[in-house]
């Protein structure tokens, strides 16, 4: 996967927004104005941050040299991905479908104050 195909399946996806309101260098998705994926554009490496499960996160990450704590973002609920061909495309979309999910699912609700 690269940023091209990254950007056509974010945006394939429903009421996906694409903004930038890091800077010219962070692109961000969000679903109902909330952020799935977080994509750098100044990385010497491609890569992206979802959101995950926590449990689901920890698993990832021991079993994907690919999947790290996530960059710049809370460690339990976020994993940067580095698309590195050692994984399909395929399982690639599910991390970025799960991350959707999540916060189509809370849609509606508030974040407690931290």
């Known amino acids: 996967m690269d940023i091209e195909q990254l950007q056509s399946y974010c945006l394939s996806k429903e009421n996906v ?3 930038l309101p890091f800077g ?9 104005g ?7 554009l100044d990385s010497e ?8 499960d926590p449990e689901k ?3 990832l990450r021991e079993q994907y040299p690919c999947v ?3 960059y710049h973002m809370n460690k339990k609920h976020w994993n940067t991905i580095i698309p590195d061909h050692t994984v399909t495309n395929k399982l690639l979309k599910e991390w970025i479908d799960h991350s959707y999910e999540l ?5 509606g609700t508030k974040r407690s104050g931290k």
């Open 17 to 19: 927004e694409e903004t």
């Open 34 to 40: 909330k952020i799935f994926l977080l994509c750098s």
């Open 68 to 70: 790290l704590p996530g």
């Open 24 to 32: 010219p260098d962070t692109l961000v998705y969000k679903v109902n």
């Open 103 to 107: 916060v189509v699912g809370k849609k």
């Open 45 to 52: 490496e491609f890569r992206f941050n979802v959101k995950c």
């Open 57 to 59: 996160a920890l698993e």
